[in-house]
């Protein structure tokens, strides 16, 4: 069993930063892709940022410059930087991982149970 479990949400006045982590657990042979994906209350479940195994990235446009996502691959562990937060960064923040459970099982995505990040004064 494959297990994504978050941490680090809670609420900041605009202009504050969190830390975002995610650890994956349990039967892992290989991590590729692991990304941060958010839900407001409303609208579609968009990409906030992506990181490859490899280390290359890509950012929503609205999170450019403001939030930095980064990985640990010896504690299958991403990590997302967010900084300046505004209050429409409000949501629910949902980690992802493209992982191989083992050599003789299909890559597959596995998800987080989200962590609440509310931005309001």
């Known amino acids: 069993q494959v297990q994504l479990v978050e941490s680090g949400g809670g609420l900041v006045q605009p202009g504050g930063s969190l830390r975002l982590s995610c650890a994956a657990s349990g039967t892992i042979f290989s991590i590729y892709a692991m990304g941060w994906y958010r839900q407001a209350p409303g609208k579609q479940r968009e990409l906030v940022a992506a990181?490859?195994?490899?280390?290359?990235?890509n950012y929503a446009d609205s999170v450019k410059s403001r939030f930095t996502i980064s990985r640990d691959n010896a504690k299958n562990t991403v990590y997302l930087q967010m900084n300046s937060l505004k209050p429409e960064d409000t949501a629910v923040y949902y980690c992802?991982?493209?992982?191989?459970?083992?050599?003789?099982?299909?890559?597959?995505?596995?998800w987080g149970q989200g962590t609440q990040v509310t931005v309001s004064s």
């Open positions: 992802n991982a493209d992982l191989r459970p083992t050599i003789l099982l299909p890559r597959y995505n596995y």
């Open positions: 990181i490859a195994d490899g280390g290359n990235t």
